[in-house]
């Protein structure tokens, strides 16, 4: 293996360790074995290191001063989301191991280390990042591929009615520079609509940047964002542009765009009144031309009234908004996602898998779907490795959903339900069992069509209500699908 700069070797590592004596002697020992190694004493060293340079494995300590190492994992997963990562520690628990391998860790050592161990754990460390660096690769040849044949909308699969609406508007949208606003749960496809939007957009031959609020703290986002001058703070030992210069000509996706904190909030503010920005630590004052598409899980007139998010950048972020509704509101669209998702994996995984059986398509339709598309993606995922025939059975499939075999049938309220909120459970549960198809939803409750397409409409409206003056075209609510949850 070589190293990520183009240097011969086996790998770049990068040793962090506060106590000098641990680092030297790690240096030696790998260099030895014929890595290329660098060391930094901090956290905030770390971070400059793989700003600086691409690395191809993290080796840090646990316990250290300002930043520990399960920090320094989740900030190294935005600056270089590539690297492989092994804790060391001397104070080695279970809790401690769990949470480092859910922050992505490889690997879990215990201090003192044994130089073979060590050695064993970094080799199959670089190996795994060596296979998954050739998957991305032939991933992307085959979206690229993908993307040359459908077009942009190519991967957002469905075929709802809702579905259709928001498509409508993403096509309506798109040539304009206004910010767009994409609101859903999470999981429901949101990074989808952005990237359609950007690619159905003038700014389509740009940069489309996409940046992760809630993966970074306050410090680590206004860098990320605005970037910072040499000497800005500690660890910044050179000038890097922001997000914003990386997109400029372009499109930046801001993914759970309420997580800022407040600071953050006014500063992005101030690009979107006057396209201005200035980095960390400079005082020049530079233009970029940007369109913003911002995406969020929460409620952001709620956030606003209890004065975690600013009104005015609210309002400048809501020019126009596309939501997202949950998959379980468009259980219709299950099977065509099931098919797609089975036809994919079987493929990656070298498996001649024809389909679903009828059973178990009944248990994946019948699911709520809490995590939406994304979880439904993982299902599959897991049931494509599991399965063992030419279809998938209810046996492939997690327990929860095999649990689920006989759904309940019977809608139950407590004493003093609302009328409107009986009516709506059962307008929206009967939809369900009805697979979407509201000529049968409204034979099963003894209503005509219309009066099922009157009442959706209705409900739609007092769910989305909004201040009037809003742009044509805000506030669709259709059911975005796509074929990864964002």
């Keep these: 293996m070589s190293g990520r700069d183009g240097r011969d070797g086996k790998g770049r590592i990068l040793v962090v360790d506060d106590e000098a004596a641990n680092r030297e002697a790690l240096q030696r020992i790998l260099a030895r074995d014929g890595y290329d190694v660098e060391s930094a004493a901090s956290g905030d060293q770390a971070l400059a290191a793989l700003r600086a340079s691409p690395f191809d494995l993290l080796l840090t300590d646990l316990k250290m001063p300002r930043m520990d190492g399960v920090e320094l994992l989740r900030a190294a997963r935005v600056v270089a989301p590539d690297v492989e990562a092994i804790l060391m520690t001397a104070y080695g628990t279970v809790e401690v191991a769990v949470e480092a391998m859910k922050e992505g860790a490889y690997d879990f050592l215990t201090k003192p280390l044994k130089r073979h161990e060590l050695l064993r754990a970094v080799e199959k460390a670089l190996e795994k990042r060596s296979l998954l660096a050739e ?44 910010t767009v606003l994409i609101t859903g749960e999470s999981g429901t496809g949101k990074e ?24 970074l703290p306050e410090t680590l986002l206004e860098s990320e964002l605005f970037g910072h001058e040499a000497g800005a703070f500690t660890g910044a030992t050179g000038l890097r542009k922001g997000r914003f210069e990386l997109a400029d000509g372009g499109t930046l996706f801001l993914d759970e765009v309420a997580e800022m904190s407040a600071a953050t909030q006014v500063k992005l503010l101030r690009v979107l009144q006057q396209g201005e920005i200035e980095r960390v630590g400079g005082s020049r004052t530079l233009r970029v031309d940007v369109r913003i598409v911002a995406a969020t899980h929460r409620d952001l007139q709620a956030e606003v009234k209890v004065g975690r998010f600013r009104e005015d950048l609210y309002w400048r972020l809501h020019v126009i908004r596309i939501h997202l509704p949950p998959l379980r509101e468009r259980i219709g669209d299950v099977p065509l996602l099931v098919d797609h998702f089975v036809r994919r994996f079987a493929e990656r995984n ?75 459970r059962a307008i929206l549960e009967t939809l369900r069992e009805a697979g979407g198809d509201k000529a049968l939803a409204a034979h099963l409750l003894g209503v005509a069509t219309r009066t099922i397409y009157r009442r959706l409409e209705e409900l739609r409206a007092e769910s989305e209500a909004e201040p009037a003056g809003r742009l044509a075209g805000e506030g669709a609510d259709g059911e975005g699908a796509g074929d990864e949850g964002e």
Excluded: Y
């Design 192 to 215: 989808l609509i952005a990237e359609a939007l950007h690619h159905l957009s003038p700014r389509a031959q740009g940069p489309m940047v996409k940046l992760a609020c809630a993966a």
């Design 135 to 178: 998957n991305r690769e032939l991933r992307a040849r085959l979206r690229e591929k993908d993307r040359g044949r459908e077009g942009p909308l190519g991967r957002i699969i469905g075929h709802s009615d809702g579905l259709r609406r928001v498509l409508d508007v993403v096509r309506q949208v798109a040539p304009a520079q206004a």
């Design 350 to 424: 070298g498996k001649a898998i024809q389909g679903v059986s009828p059973e178990a398509m009944d248990l994946l339709s019948n699911h709520a779907w809490p995590g939406n598309v994304r979880e439904l993606e993982n299902t599959i995922e897991r049931a494509v490795v599991l399965c063992r025939g030419a279809r998938i059975v209810e046996a492939d499939l997690p327990d929860p959903l095999q649990a689920r075999a006989v759904p309940s049938r019977v809608l139950q309220f407590p004493i003093g339900t609302p009328l409107r909120e009986i009516e709506r």
